[in-house]
């Protein structure tokens, strides 16, 4: 078989993986590989296609899932008060060195460190795919909106992450080899121009996503399947197929699970105001 994308190394499959674990351990690597200007997609194109789905600065913004900051920075640059979350240590700790007027904690996305309907746009940026409780990471968006607060995430497509192009021409086929329904994790070593990263997620159907903002008390807005802009060179065959899916979401009911204990940090909530 011939090389499915360049940079390409490894895809492995895994029973199961700890995918909190997975990401701190690779942190170093991800944030060499994330703040290299240009290098990635969110450089190129995927940033931008991702802002037309957000709304304007409003009285909080919450980016879960933030990794080293390059988002929330963007963010705050836009006008948005926001607050960058992150269960992984190494993680903040580079988003803090990086703009440290901005507060960053260390939280996992389904116990958040915050008061009940404490803000008025949630984000979750490339996140979702990667925590181990979909359900509570998104329930717990539902607790943190005000009614009537947005939810904007981005995800890996789940058809992306569930096949793979034969190989690196523009009409390649795209093959997907076992079932689509079926969840399963997974780890991706990527290795281009000298950097190597690993990507660790769970791959999910579309209706489990949709499912958890259903029970959390979201109404879907929109969808967007965006292709890669037909000038990024050598990624032409994803004109056929979505990288990634955005998602814009209302919180228009009370959700199905409870908020989190005192346990859970509710000290932090005072610390963003």
Known sequence: MKARDP??????????LDLRRAWERNAASFIAWARKPGFDSYWR???????EIVPEPGRLTIDVGCGEGRLARDLAARGHRVVGLDASPTMIEHAREASPNLPWLVADAAALPLHDARCDL?????????????GGAVAEAGRVLERGG?????????IN????????????PFIIPRS????????????RDGLTTTFAS?????EAYVGALASAGFTVELIREHAVPADDAGTR?????????????IRTTSGSRAAPTSGTGSAAGTSVG
């Not at 949630?122 to 979909?134: P, Y």
Request: hydrophobic share 40%.
């Open 202 to 206: 769970i791959h999910r159907p579309l």
């Open 150 to 158: 947005r939810f904007c995430l981005a995800i890996v497509h789940p």
């Open 122 to 134: 949630v984000i979750a940026f490339m996140s979702l795919q990667d925590v181990d409780d979909l």
């Open 161 to 172: 992450s569930a096949g793979h192009f034969e190989d690196t021409e523009d009409d390649s």
């Open 237 to 249: 065959r994803w004109q056929r197929i979505p990288m990634f899916l955005h998602v814009r979401a």
């Open 7 to 16: 940079g390409w190394k490894a895809h492995t499959r895994h029973e199961s």
């Open 45 to 51: 194109f995927h940033r931008d296609q991702f802002f």
């Open 180 to 191: 689509y329904l079926d969840p399963f994790f997974y780890e991706d070593v990527v290795e």
